[in-house]
């Protein structure tokens, strides 16, 4: 009286599990083996939606292109500002990064603070740059 639950099975070309990866598989098999779906998929289905995939992955690539045209456009005309590029002075877990010399930048690593210091114009390495 006891009910015993249906196994399901595909059987790969390399039968050795140890090199298998995900997506090796077909979608359509993996919703079959983990019981999404009733009925094992076909070769017509599978063929179908695969085609429909590469569409969409075509489609995506497409927009994508024209919004960065339109971007460029936008860029070009100064209807929009162009994104601001943030410039890393090293990392906050570091104790000390960087310069030896005062800066008139703040800086901040890790546990400490350093305020800007105040440099008169016209002297200090940072012209010489």
Known sequence: ???IPERRFVEAI????YLYE???FPTEWE???RKKRKDPPTIEEILKNENYRQEMEQKIK???EKDKLLQAKEYKEGLV???VHTHVKGHASAPYYGKKEPSQDPTSTANTFQPGSWMPPGSGSSQNK
Not at 14 to 17: K, M, V
């Open 1 to 3: 009286g006891r009910i």
């Open 14 to 17: 390399n039968r050795q599990a």
């Open 22 to 24: 995900m997506g090796d």
């Open 31 to 33: 919703a079959w083996i």
């Open 62 to 64: 497409d927009v994508y």
């Open 81 to 83: 500002a162009e994104p």
